[in-house]
T-cell receptor, first 115, second 111 residues
Framework: QKEVEQNSGPLSVPEGAIASLNCTYS??????FFWYRQYSGKSPELIMF????GDKEDGRFTAQLNKASQYVSLLIRDSQPSDSATYLC???????????????FGSGTQLTVLP | DTAVSQTPKYLVTQMGNDKSIKCEQN?????MYWYKQDSKKFLKIMFS???????INETVPNRFSPKSPDKAHLNLHINSLELGDSAVYFC??????????FGAGTRLSVL
């Protein structure tokens, strides 16, 4: 059973601070890693993806991947109240079969940015 | 233009009824999915189709039947609805089975 674990939170940070969201996964052969943002009552929206070890930056967002530790994180710099949402970590496992390439989601971390 | 569209947005029905949810994508993607998100916000895949062919069929009661008339459409039919089927159902599509784009969701309430 492939698992993706996240702290459910809630995580509260003051406006302007760095929010750090963490995720671990069980399938060592996992190849692709995603962060989705979901506002209450809305659909998941892709904000970052990362395939290789290291950091990937896009605006205020940085995704970090460490395959040896089976760990992926998302940093949000200069957090804004509009960043308040649930952040879902998702992983595509290793292997070539259809089932192996399915996206497995964590349960999400609820982030609140306080004005 | 909506990329992945689902209808209806809300569905309220009685136990034992049969209902369908429709999904259409205009992105030209080959792969489409159905997910269920429960009250705890856990998002779990139900089915995946690639070019009208079923490739993922998770442990889902056989009361749920997906149908893909063409690669732009993936509908979900549910027979004999139960209270536990109440959830938000999301359709998604993907160009190569990797990055996925989600529809707005259908909130199903079974009374």
């Amino acid at each position: 059973q492939k698992e993706v674990e996240q702290n459910s939170g809630p995580l509260s940070v003051p406006e302007g601070a760095i929010a750090s969201l963490n995720c671990t996964y069980s399938d060592r052969g996992s190849q692709s890693f995603f962060w989705y943002r979901q506002y209450s009552g809305k659909s998941p929206e892709l904000i970052m993806f990362i395939y290789s070890n290291g950091d990937k930056e896009d605006g205020r967002f940085t995704a970090q991947l460490n395959k040896a530790s089976q760990y992926v994180s998302l940093l949000i710099r200069d957090s804004q109240p509009s960043d308040s949402a649930t952040y879902l970590c998702a992983v595509i496992g290793g292997g070539s079969s259809g089932s192996a390439r399915q996206l497995t989601f964590g349960s999400g971390t609820q982030l609140t940015v306080l004005p | 233009d909506t990329a992945v569209s689902q209808t209806p947005k809300y569905l309220v029905t009685q136990m034992g009824n049969d209902k369908s949810i429709k999904c259409e994508q205009n992105l030209g993607h080959d792969t489409m999915y159905w997910y269920k998100q429960d009250s705890k916000k856990f998002l779990k895949i139900m089915f995946s189709y690639n070019n009208k062919e079923l490739i993922i069929n998770e442990t889902v009661p056989n009361r749920f039947s997906p149908k893909s008339p063409d690669k732009a459409h993936l509908n979900l039919h549910i027979n004999s609805l139960e209270l536990g089927d109440s959830a938000v159902y999301f359709c998604a599509s993907s160009p190569q089975g990797d990055i996925q784009y989600f529809g707005a969701g259908t909130r199903l309430s079974v009374l």
